[in-house]
Each structure stands twice: as C-alpha cells, then as structure tokens.
C-alpha cells in the first residue's frame, strides 16, 4: 500500500508540474536584411514572447548589422553599447532581473546568444546599438499556460520581417526631396542620407532602415555646397579621406568641421586628398524613441537637439567618393563629382 500510495505521489507530481521537469529552449531572430544588406530589418524577431520560468531563448544575429541582446535591471539607465551594461556576459546567463545581461556588439551573422530566465517576471529586451529595436519577453510559472509554441513564433518572426523588408521606404530620391522641399529641382544639391520607419507594436519597437545614399553620384561645380540630410531612423555619416579609427556615435566631428548658424555641420573640401568626418548625424535618441540614455537629464532639463544636416562646399575639380562609416560594408557609399565652372 505504502509502495502504491508513493507511485500515486509521483505520478500526481508529475501531472501537476511537468514543466518543472524539462525546462524548454526557444528560438528567436535579432535583425533582419534583404539579399543586398542595404535594407534592414532592426528588430528582434518575434518582438514578444510567452515562456516558462527554467526555460532559455536563443537568439540568432540574422543580419551584417551589428545588435545587442541586453536586459538590464528596473531602473538601469541605459548605457552606450561600448559601455556594456557594464561589459559583456557570457552566453547562457541567467537574467531574474536582479544584475543586467548582454551580448556585447554583435557584428557576425550566424552568431547565437542564450538568456537563461529562472524566476516569472516581464522583461524589457533591447539592443543597445539601436534605441528603436526592443522586444518584450513574458516569463511565467510553470503553472501557468502559454499561448503560444514554437511554430508559432517561427511563422511570427518571418511575418514582422518581411513586413518590415517590404515596407521599407522605397521612394526615389526625387520623391523623397519633393514631399520635403516641395520642387525637387530646386535643390539638386541635397542628398537623402537613407530612408526608414519606426513602428511601435505591442511587445516594442521595431524599425527598418534603407542603408544608402539616395543619390549615390551627384555632379555639381565648383564652388557649390552640397547637403545631406538624415531621412533615416538609424544614423550614419558623410566621410570623406581617412576615416577615424574605431568610430562610435559619440566620436566626435573632424576639427575642419564647423556649425552653421541653424546648427548644420559643415565643412569646406580644398582638394581630393582632404579628409572630412561629420560626425553623427541623426535625430537625438530621446527625440528619436524616448529611451532615457546616460547621462540621465538633471531636473529635467530638456538635452540638446540632433544634427540632421551636413553640408560640405567643394572648391576644387575633382572626384570625391565618401562613405557613412558604419555601414560602408553594407554598401552605403556615394560620389560628389566637381566640374569647372567654365
């Protein structure tokens, strides 16, 4: 009787909490990108996620963006990606929401990165490359039910990223700069820094971005001043000549770059052998998604706005090819051909 009663025991157990004896392992996406690498999907893939307490998800960097997967702790003000949160931690770390969890900067496809989650709880999850890209994952007791299962958020991940693949903004440059300016032939001399969207859907914030110059060779003579302006959602930059060693968003301009009285950058090229770095050019972050990032404001003292524009005047003949310095291996790069006047 005694040997029954222990069998039922067990057998109750077993019915009662099964998950308490085979922790599961999910799968999810961070980035996404069109065959060419010049369309990208910033977003973690699916963005919300229902899983048990024990359980682990994996995710697999799907682009030649570079991403973070980080989850830091209630309150933590969100730090720069060099910074970490602080530092990288190893893969299969545990994240209860009691120390912050990250990957570092992810720049290789095909790399995986795994989030133990021990204790029930809603978690923010964030890259911190991108302030547009967060996700949410739901860790609940094993009680409990999820709604979903594996198959599900495979047809999910593929769903948000060719919505977000497909929806990028596809206008032409001339397009672009007539629902801007108004006559697009008034200022041939402006060139779309890419293109891009942020959209909010329950579990975050998703963005895509069209990583190229709108007009990727542009003719002008000497003497005119050419401008770009940041259409995107992710950042970039106008580079011309040597670019600096291991830049960030935070390195700053090169020392021949001066502001205009409306606060656009600018810079005077003499000669084919000049170097020239704008620096980032972007909305701010927190004009751009609301993230708070560090330094947190001081009595809510408003931060300074981003700088969206960039202008260089050529004074020379000449051809000068430039790059954004962090997405030339995508294939952002462009051409300012000067010609006499004459």
Avoid at 25 to 54: C, K
Avoid at 197 to 213: A, L, T
Avoid at 234 to 263: R, W
Wanted: one cysteine or more; glycine letters at 8%; charged letters at 15%.
């Amino acid at each position: 009787m005694r040997a029954k009663l222990a069998c039922f025991s067990f057998l109750f157990s077993a019915i009662a909490l099964p998950h308490s004896f085979a922790a599961e392992s999910w799968y999810a996406r961070a980035g996404a990108q069109s065959s060419d690498g010049g369309v990208q999907a910033i977003a973690f893939l699916p963005n919300e996620m229902w899983i048990h307490a024990g359980d682990s998800i994996t995710w697999t960097f799907a682009s030649d963006e570079p991403h973070s997967v980080t989850f830091l702790t209630t309150g933590q003000i969100r730090p720069s990606f060099t910074a970490g949160c602080p530092g990288i931690t190893a893969d299969e770390s545990p994240f209860d929401n009691s120390t912050c969890v990250n990957s570092g900067r992810v720049t290789t496809p095909g790399f995986t990165y795994t989030v133990k989650f021990p204790t029930a709880g809603n978690y923010r999850l964030l890259c911190l490359v991108h302030v547009n890209m967060t996700a949410l994952i739901h860790v609940l007791n094993a009680f409990e039910p999820i709604p979903h299962n594996q198959e599900f958020y495979d047809k999910q991940a593929f769903a948000e990223s060719h919505d977000l693949l497909s929806d990028a903004d596809g206008r032409d440059r001339e397009e672009v700069l007539e629902h801007h300016h108004g006559d697009a032939r008034d200022v041939h001399r402006a060139i779309a820094v890419g293109t891009g969207e942020i959209i909010s859907i329950p579990g975050g914030v998703q963005s895509v971005s069209v990583m190229r110059f709108m007009q990727p060779t542009i003719t002008i003579q000497e003497g005119d001043t050419v401008e770009w302006e940041a259409f995107d959602v992710s950042g970039h930059t106008i580079t011309f000549g040597q670019e600096p060693p291991n830049v960030t968003p935070s390195t700053p301009p090169s020392a021949n770059v001066f502001a205009d009285p409306d606060g656009a950058r600018h810079a005077i090229i003499n000669s084919e052998s000049d170097s020239v770095h704008s620096g980032f050019i972007a909305q701010a972050g927190h004009e751009r998604s609301g993230v708070v990032q560090a330094p947190p404001p001081i009595a809510q003292v408003q931060p300074p706005v981003g700088v969206t524009r960039f202008r260089v005047t050529f004074t020379h003949v000449g051809t000068y090819p430039y790059i954004c310095a962090f997405h030339d291996q995508l294939g952002m790069r462009g051409e300012v051909i000067v010609v006499s006047r004459r």
